[in-house]
């Protein structure tokens, strides 16, 4: 496992690069470059210059969260072929630095969601919600007319040039069903993964946040069937899954432990934080403590080492403890205690493994 940390930059972060540095066994930054729209090029010499400065600080920049996917590729329009020779041309600036995952997901027009930034915990500390009542039921253009009336509804993780043109975009998706989306997905990546395979980069799709629709739009990727799918559009190590245990986890039908076990080989990244999820279906990040939510972040840590995981990994999200002001979910403070706990629990796994080894030698002598 090789522990990673997402940056947004320097004029988009509280977190400093050699904070980043001091987190023990923290090897590389995730990154992305977030003032280049969906749809354009990422130039090479925007990309160098975070290269060179996380370097710096000796942390490598292998891993980008994410090469966004422009809205017309998902809708399956003929605008879409430009877009993917865009995406293409990404992929090929970025394998010149020595970037080898790119995380990415297919979600229509929004990607995570959340309805609360700020939500208290039992310890006075604070974290991202996602609150079913304010989500289910309303009506897209109504949400259009609520956001243009200024309302108070925020919704983190949405992209403003894809708000500006929300009724339109809604209006696009009105008759692009699940399998049109599934078809889009496939098309698109028969067109990258032969380049990402030329240049040495590994895709990994991130899963739908919240793992189920919202707002009648169709999202096809927060389940392990959903997952097998996708595996079988390409065949190919190049495509692969972004596992986000938090992602997937909000939806307690999935067995995050048996989709490590099966997707083994296919999982270049992967995302590890705890949520949990209360009878009616909401859901709150907790800390990564496994006894502090739904997920069993023990029995993850034990699966991705019983199947000797030699990917990425981020602590993905924490909580906004000891007055810490930044980003929401991305702290300094949680997300480092967050690697801590993962560690802690890794290196548990490696001297379980190491005594059991020793004591069956011993017995064969
Ligand atoms: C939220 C993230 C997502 C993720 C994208 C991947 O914090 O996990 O925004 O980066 O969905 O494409």
Not at 30 to 53: M, N, Q, R, S, Y
Not at 64 to 93: A, F, M
Not at 95 to 114: E, L, Q, S, T
Not at 149 to 176: C, I
């Amino acid at each position: 496992m090789r522990m990673v940390f997402r940056w947004f930059g320097e004029n988009n972060d509280t977190v400093t690069l050699d904070q980043i540095k001091q987190i023990p066994g923290t090897e590389g930054i995730v990154w992305a470059l977030h003032d280049v729209p969906a749809g354009e090029v990422w130039p090479l010499d925007k990309i160098t210059e975070v290269h060179d400065l996380a370097k710096k600080y000796g942390l490598h920049t292998e891993v980008v969260e994410s090469v966004n996917v422009h809205e017309d590729i998902k809708l399956g329009l003929p605008t879409r072929d430009q877009y993917i020779k865009n995406y293409i041309e990404t992929i090929e600036n970025l394998a010149k630095i020595g970037v080898k995952v790119i995380c990415y997901n297919f979600m229509p027009v929004f990607d995570w969601a959340r309805t609360d930034l700020f939500k208290e915990l039992e310890d006075g500390s604070t974290a991202l919600f996602f609150e079913q009542d304010k989500i289910h039921g309303v009506d897209p253009f109504d949400l259009v007319k609520l956001i243009n009336q200024n309302s108070d509804l925020t919704m983190p993780g949405w992209e403003p040039e894809r708000l500006a043109h929300l009724t339109s975009l809604f209006e696009a998706y009105k008759n692009v069903t699940e399998e049109d989306l599934w078809d889009n997905l496939k098309y698109f990546l028969d067109a990258i993964i032969p380049a990402a395979e030329k240049n040495g980069i590994l895709m990994a799709v991130h899963p739908d946040d919240p793992p189920f629709p919202i707002f009648g739009l169709p999202r096809i990727l927060n389940d392990q069937p959903g997952f097998r799918r996708l595996l079988s559009l390409h065949d190919s190590p190049a495509n692969g899954i972004t596992l986000c245990t938090g992602s997937l986890g909000a939806k307690p039908s999935n067995d995050i432990i048996s989709m490590i076990h099966e997707f083994r080989g296919r999982i270049p990244f992967t995302h590890i934080r705890n949520v949990r999820v209360m009878d009616n279906g909401d859901f709150i990040e907790t800390s990564h403590k496994t006894s502090d939510g739904t997920v069993d972040i023990t029995g993850v840590v034990e699966a991705y080492h019983d199947t000797d995981f030699t990917g990425y990994c981020r602590p993905d999200h924490g909580r906004h403890i000891w007055g810490e002001q930044c980003r929401p979910g991305y702290g300094l403070y949680d997300r480092a205690l967050g690697i801590m706990y993962l560690w802690g629990l890794w290196d548990a796994f490696s001297s379980q493994k190491k005594s059991s080894a020793g004591a069956a030698s011993g017995e064969g002598k």
